[in-house]
T-cell receptor
């Protein structure tokens, strides 16, 4: 079975600073990895996804994530955040192309002016 | 091109009543997933349905909860005899196929259920 751990429940950061949101997964099989963003009172939107190939994945809104197989991590990064990036970010894993998504508990990114 | 539509957005029920949550998937999507979001707990998978079939209900509580996705009409998540612990945001997601990578999930804005 797959599982996802997001160690940071909240990450406060000032505008234009870099940010990293951490995600670790566990799985006995090859996985698909995803990052989703949830703005207040809305559903989740896909930021980026990884299956194989280059370990650095670029997504929307200037976000990117790096897959590290040895550390079983898929951390999300942005070099310079904006106030509008304030939201909840969820890491998710799927064990195969017909397997359901398993989500982490989320990290609330709060960007201050 | 409408996205995933969930209604109602907010639902208030007294303990013991029934709650019906509706989800209309995106056009062309025949795969529907229901998730429940509790504070500090992220999203928990509940059930995965295709038209007229329940594919995976491993996340559904054994009692009081049921889901359907009929040939015509929206998917329905039904909670009978609600209790305060059922208060949560319920999200529906749809996809054109079961391929989680090539057909990522599209989420609705959720139904926030409050049980008083």
């Amino acid at each position: 079975a797959q599982s996802v751990t997001q160690l940071d429940s909240q990450v406060p950061v000032f505008e234009e600073a870099p940010v990293e949101l951490r995600c670790n997964y566990s799985s006995s099989v090859s996985v698909y990895l995803f990052w989703y963003v949830q703005y207040p009172n809305q559903g989740l939107q896909l930021l980026l996804k990884y299956l194989s190939g280059s370990t650095l994945v670029k997504g929307i809104n200037g976000f990117e994530a790096e897959f590290n197989k040895s550390q079983t991590s898929f951390h999300l990064r942005k070099p310079s955040v904006h106030i509008s990036d304030t939201a909840e970010y969820f890491c998710a894993v799927s064990g195969g192309n017909t397997d359901k998504l398993i989500f982490g508990t989320g990290t609330r990114l709060q960007v201050f002016p | 091109n409408a996205g995933v539509m969930q209604n109602p957005r907010h639902l208030v029920r007294r303990r013991g009543q029934e709650a019906r949550l509706r989800c209309s998937p995106m056009k062309g999507h025949s795969h529907v997933y229901w998730y429940r979001q509790l504070p500090e707990e992220g999203l928990k998978f509940m059930v995965y349905l295709q038209k007229e079939n329940i594919i995976d209900e491993s996340g559904m509580p054994k009692e009081r909860f049921s889901a359907e996705f009929p040939k015509e009409g929206p998917s329905i998540l039904r909670i009978q005899q609600v209790v305060r612990g059922d208060s949560a945001a319920y999200f529906c997601a749809s996809s054109p196929s079961s391929d989680a990578y090539n057909s990522p999930l599209h989420f609705g804005n959720g139904t926030r259920l409050t049980v008083t």
